[in-house]
């Protein structure tokens, strides 16, 4: 967020004072590059889906949720770097309103990545939950209208927040309800999947075992989890430091990897549809055709 940058950059030299770790600089060049990458693999994810009828079903909706979540967190650094471009080149008025306008659009995008994310993720959870647990019953629950009317929800509900974040966020309340969104989402995911895997490791000794195409979406959707906290975890950290104890060596020791943190975000966005890739073999198939469509083209 612009405001909280702006905070970093205030306190960055007070807390090297405190420090003796060195601020970690990396080239704008892997930034944008990073960024390119995730746009441009997460546009495939949802052209495969947009593409092909067999995967437009309302578990490949929600995959595209979160493929659309992974994008908007790379496409904020290109349009970040973009602006930067403008205004080295005399085309912005540093710190003019159309400037402070593009960061506050700028930053709603960053917002609306993570929220999307943590979001389109607990969808995902409650989806793999209906279809282990309720499979006889799934397509009746889940249906493609209902899973559209939950995403169309699911995004203004985000973009409302979004905007409301980067609006107040020079309060310090704001910045304390913004990190602990985090942590609760993904408490709720985390006790779902643990209650998910505890019931079919139940049923398979009563019973049978579940669906095992079921079972492998849900493997699927651990590792997602699993990525996103290790790769959103740091960042959020660094915010809750930068709030709290600025001054102090150990939380500016720390704050120094700023821009590692960032990057990792960006990896977050290039790695999800690998897994994707890996764990769907529809889906895999649908970017062999189209990677074999345009290279014959």
Request: glycine share 4%; hydrophobic share 50%.
């Amino acid at each position: 967020m612009k405001h909280i940058l702006n905070l970093y950059e205030n306190i960055n030299s007070t807390a090297r004072n405190n420090s003796d770790c060195p601020a970690v600089i990396l080239p704008e060049e892997i930034f944008f590059t990073v960024s390119i990458v995730g746009v441009l693999e997460n546009l495939m994810v949802l052209l495969a889906v947009a593409k092909n009828k067999s995967l437009q079903s309302p578990m490949y909706f929600f995959i595209c949720s979160l493929a659309i979540s992974d994008m908007l967190g790379s496409l904020y650094k290109i349009l970040e770097n973009v602006l930067i471009m403008f205004r080295n080149m005399g085309y912005l008025e540093p710190r003019g309103s159309f400037e402070s306008t593009a960061d506050d659009v700028v930053d709603s995008l960053f917002i609306l990545s993570l929220l999307g994310s943590i979001c389109s993720l607990s969808v995902i959870a409650a989806d793999r939950y209906i279809t282990i647990f309720h499979a006889l019953q799934y397509h009746r629950i889940v249906t493609r209208h209902r899973a559209l009317i939950v995403l169309t929800v699911l995004w203004a509900g985000c973009t409302g927040s979004g905007i409301t974040i980067v609006t107040f966020s020079h309060h310090v309340p704001t910045v304390i309800a913004f990190t602990a969104l985090f942590p609760l989402m993904l408490a709720f995911i985390l006790c779902l999947y643990v209650h998910m895997f505890l019931l079919a490791r139940s049923h398979a000794r009563r019973t049978s075992s579940p669906p095992r195409a079921n079972m492998r979406g849900a493997v699927t959707l651990t590792v997602l989890l699993g990525v996103f906290i290790f790769c959103w975890a740091p960042f959020v950290l660094h915010v809750l430091l930068m709030t709290f104890c600025p001054a102090d060596p150990y939380c500016a020791c720390y704050m120094s990897l700023f821009q590692v943190n960032g990057v990792l975000i960006m990896c977050n966005s290039i790695i999800d549809p690998f897994i994707y890739a890996f764990r769907s073999p529809e889906l895999r198939v649908a970017f062999k055709k189209m990677v074999i469509c345009n290279w014959y083209q």
